[in-house]
């Protein structure tokens, strides 16, 4: 069993129901990402499950230098900031330097560490520092036993605080796998581990300009997931992911997600009670 983390009034590892990470991959106005919050929760509420809303200010790492980035971090801040006060939703969203941990620590919830940046040790120490839970993503380059370096940078501040998203492992080029072994792996060093659903089926750079996914496998690799264990899910959602300006191939449709949601929480719940 991993170690129990508290975000806000919600509970994340030990033996707390699956947790589930959602939001469109990043902020494209006001409108959709309130409108898909409010959903979201009111999905996670009705199936019971805690939920921690995720969007980006600034997707720092797109594919190519027109793509749309997001509003920033001061209005991509203020908004995350609105709908943490105005729909009661703990939220979550990425930083890129070190310059950006404090500020965002005083907005955010928790914190969250790119894949492309998981062994930046000063990146790391910033945000165990904060005291703030912490989503480190593990990189696409990385392997699972690897991860334990970056358990001990982070718990070397005294802040236990630390969940690690698994989001896929280069595969050649343009693509991604999942080593399912990895989670168990990951979970044997004590601390919650999260499936990020939609990066794993994401095809990076596959379009040329911008990534491709594959989200017919989205169901499939959810249950797989959670039938080897994990703490909870990532998954990137939209109302219409055709129309979305980050990521769309592999997000998930807004009206997809209550029966995806309700299958893995029933598989969930079997699982755990053969262990007891």
Known sequence: MTREIKIADKKLGGDNPLFIIAGPCVIENEDVVFFTAQKLKEICG?????????????????TSLSS??????KKGL???????SKLNIP???????????????EVLDAIQIPAFLCRQTDMILSAS?????????KGQFLSPWDVNNI????????????????????????????????????RSLGYPVIFDITHSIQLPGGQGS????????????????????????FLEVHPEPDKALCDGPNMIKLDKVEK?????????ELIKSFSK
């Not at 203020?78 to 943490?84: E, F, G, T, V």
């Not at 911008?210 to 899910?233: I, N």
């Open 46 to 62: 009705r199936i019971g499950l805690h939920f921690l809303f995720k969007s980006s200010y600034d997707k720092a790492n797109r």
């Open 68 to 73: 749309f980035r997001g509003p920033g971090f």
């Open 78 to 84: 203020r908004i995350l900031s609105d709908i943490r």
């Open 91 to 105: 939220v979550i969203s990425d930083v890129h330097s070190v310059e950006q941990v404090k500020p965002a620590s």
């Open 129 to 137: 520092l904060t005291g703030k839970p912490v989503n480190v993503k």
């Open 151 to 186: 358990v001990e940078k982070f718990t070397s501040t005294g802040n236990q605080n630390l969940f690690i998203t698994e989001r896929g492992t280069s595969f050649g080029y343009n693509n991604l796998v999942v080593d399912f072994r990895g989670l168990p792996v990951m």
């Open 210 to 233: 911008c990534s491709g996914g594959q989200g017919e496998f989205t169901e499939p690799l959810a249950r797989a997931a959670v039938a080897v264990g994990v703490d909870g899910l």
């Open 260 to 268: 995806l949601l309700s299958a893995v929480k029933s598989l969930n």
